[in-house]
């Protein structure tokens, strides 16, 4: 087990896996962490679980936060409708602060187990129009991260790692058949049902359709 360690943010979708497969490949002992945070569906935890176990990273946590109490998302709140086809503007499939808070554990956890780096699979490329996943957002949390923390002050700081950032959804599909991520395991859909089948008709399910098939990979996901 490698010295070098990494807390990566394992949602259980395809980027996130990429990003587990890529850190791995580094040379980094890898520490994921998951967040069931009231989402509309449990099954994404659960192919988070199945990702970090094929992927063998040191150890899987899974946090408990209430996001759904806050509400304000169609992920969190099954009054909101997920759109089907494409919307103008920041989507209602936005989750207020979520990257920063989850970011946020991330960086407590990393400061205890002593790892100075901490991995996301946000991409400004092939992405919703969320604000949280702007190279300008991950910069930002950067500069927090080492200055509000003890090992920022007094130790080495945090790099916080987005190396999805400027990759198209191919590359990003390509990049992770290079490291042998199997995305059968992976749930994308921000709708699935129990099984994990997905819906193929949200934002999500279609940027990953498109990344497959420009990809020119056969598509594993599993449609209802």
């Not at 049902?193 to 990953?208: I, T, V």
Request: negative net charge; contains cysteine; hydrophobic residues 40%.
């Amino acid at each position: 087990m490698s010295d070098k360690k990494a807390v990566i943010l394992l949602s259980g979708g395809l980027d996130s896996a990429t990003v587990v497969a890529m850190a791995k490949a580094e040379g980094y002992s890898c520490y994921s962490m998951s967040f069931d945070y009231g989402q509309r569906h449990r099954v994404e935890l659960q192919a988070a679980e199945r990702v970090a176990q094929q992927l063998g990273v040191v150890e899987h946590k899974v946090i408990g936060l209430n996001l759904n109490g806050i509400g304000g998302s169609a992920l969190t709140d099954t009054g909101i409708d997920v759109p089907e086809s494409p919307t103008e503007g920041i989507p209602v499939t936005y989750v207020p602060a979520r990257n920063t808070v989850f970011l946020s554990l991330a960086l407590g956890w990393a400061e205890v187990l002593g790892a100075q780096d901490i991995f996301i699979g946000v991409n400004a490329v092939d992405y919703s129009g969320y604000p949280d996943c702007r190279p300008e957002f991950i910069q930002a949390f950067e500069r927090l991260a080492n200055l509000a923390t003890r090992e920022g002050v007094e130790g080495q700081g945090f790099r916080i790692q987005a190396p999805l950032q400027n990759m198209s959804k191919a590359e990003i599909v390509q990049v992770g058949m290079g490291h042998g991520v199997d995305y059968a395991l992976t749930v994308s859909c921000y709708q699935a049902d129990e099984d994990g089948r997905a819906c193929g008709k949200c934002d999500s399910c279609r940027l990953r359709a498109a990344g497959f098939a420009t990809a020119g990979v056969a598509d594993p996901t599993r449609y209802f």
